[in-house]
């Protein structure tokens, strides 16, 4: 278990830094002939970043046509809802950049969740050509961080079903509306080959602070004692 924390100053400068460095990432890997997979995230700061990221991989393309896009998770609800993280990631990013529709792998909020989870596997595993009874290994998965130490849809005090699952996607029941969700599996999680996580906000400085402690009980206190590396970009000033 190791993390890496990349401090900075205001909301600003942490979208800015984060944008920065997937700009980075985008263009290192571009033309390598391998496609990546990235899992996109949900939330006002991811959009803010999401935005910048747009506007500085405008100018230069490089490598964006050699990803493919997913999500870390979804509430169900339609697209086209306020509610929606496939529209935040289109409205922000996908749309600006004229990202094909071939890139791009929404979970399908508006379907039968367990279908949803279900058809989202399927889509995956083809993208990653990752046979049955293989864990499928995203490229880049982004977090948020919530106040109770939530990442992705996997919340604290989540049933065996959710804690113990090996699936891909599962269904879930999340403590705020709405409450049915998608979300992607801890082993998932421990899986990708790189997770960013982008805590911002002075309401989450316990949350991070017991994520980091030895023993720490949230879901990214898990996630990070499952991965070998995390990337943790914060505003927060503990």
Request: charged share 25%; aromatic share 8%.
């Amino acid at each position: 278990m190791a993390w890496e924390i990349v401090p900075q100053k205001d909301t600003t400068t942490l979208v800015e830094a984060v944008a920065s460095a997937w700009k980075d990432w985008i263009h290192f890997g571009a033309g390598t002939g391998r496609r990546r997979s990235v899992a996109l995230g949900g939330g006002r700061v991811f959009g803010r970043f999401l935005e910048t990221a747009a506007r500085l991989l405008a100018p230069e393309r490089a490598g964006l046509d050699e990803l493919d896009f997913f999500w870390g998770d979804e509430r169900c609800v339609p697209p086209d809802s306020d509610d929606s993280n496939f529209r935040l990631g289109r409205e922000r990013f996908l749309q600006p950049l004229g990202i094909s529709a071939q890139q791009i792998h929404r979970l399908r909020g508006e379907a039968m969740p367990e279908e949803a989870a279900r058809a989202a596997e399927v889509v995956l595993r083809v993208a990653t050509g990752t046979r049955a009874g293989q864990i499928p290994e995203l490229d880049l998965v982004f977090l948020g961080l919530g106040e109770d130490g939530h990442v992705a849809s996997l919340f604290p005090e989540a049933p065996a079903e959710v804690t113990d699952s090996t699936a891909v996607f599962l269904p879930v029941i999340g403590p705020k509306p709405p409450p049915q969700r998608l979300t992607l599996s801890y082993p998932m999680l421990a899986r990708a080959r790189e997770v960013w996580v982008i805590a911002s906000g002075a309401g989450k400085v316990d949350a991070l602070r017991e994520s980091l402690r030895d023993g720490g009980t949230t879901p990214l206190a898990r996630v990070l004692r499952e991965r070998a590396q995390t990337r943790i970009y914060t505003d927060i000033q503990s």
